[in-house]
């Protein structure tokens, strides 16, 4: 039984990614690239987020991963195609 629960947090986890432009990021990832491209850094993102720098860095690491990025450059030049796509103003939340 508790197995069952498990699976059904992660999915409810992946029923929040949001599927535009070919990108698929939670609404946290969302909120940490909104920041990313706003020149924020690390201390300033995870503070923002009440979340630690070690979480914020594993949130990155990721999403790099699903999508084959290998850098914040990369994650955000995806993201901005990704707001462009859904129609999104960057600046909002």
Same mark, same amino acid.
């Not at 969302?30 to 987020?49: F, G, T, V």
């Not at 084959?68 to 960057?90: D, F, I, K, P, Q």
């Given at each position: 039984? @508790?197995?069952?629960?498990?699976?059904?947090?992660?999915?409810?986890?992946? %029923? &929040?990614?949001?599927?535009?432009?070919? !990108? *698929? $990021?939670?609404? @946290?990832?969302?909120?940490?690239?909104?920041?990313?491209?706003?020149?924020? %850094? &690390?201390?300033?993102?995870?503070?923002? !987020? *009440? $979340?630690?720098?070690?979480?914020?860095?594993?949130?990155?690491?990721?999403?790099?991963?699903?999508?084959?990025?290998?850098?914040?450059?990369?994650?955000?030049?995806?993201?901005?195609?990704?707001?462009?796509?859904?129609?999104?103003?960057?600046?909002?939340?």
């Amino acid at each position: 039984m @508790r197995g069952f629960h498990k699976a059904s947090r992660l999915e409810g986890a992946m %029923s &929040d990614e949001s599927p535009v432009g070919g !990108l *698929r $990021i939670t609404p @946290r990832e969302n909120e940490i690239l909104r920041l990313i491209a706003s020149d924020q %850094s &690390d201390k300033e993102i995870a503070r923002a !987020l *009440r $979340i630690s720098q070690h979480t914020l860095r594993t949130h990155l690491s990721r999403l790099f991963r699903r999508h084959g990025l290998h850098s914040r450059a990369a994650a955000v030049a995806a993201w901005l195609g990704y707001v462009e796509a859904a129609g999104v103003a960057v600046g909002q939340r």
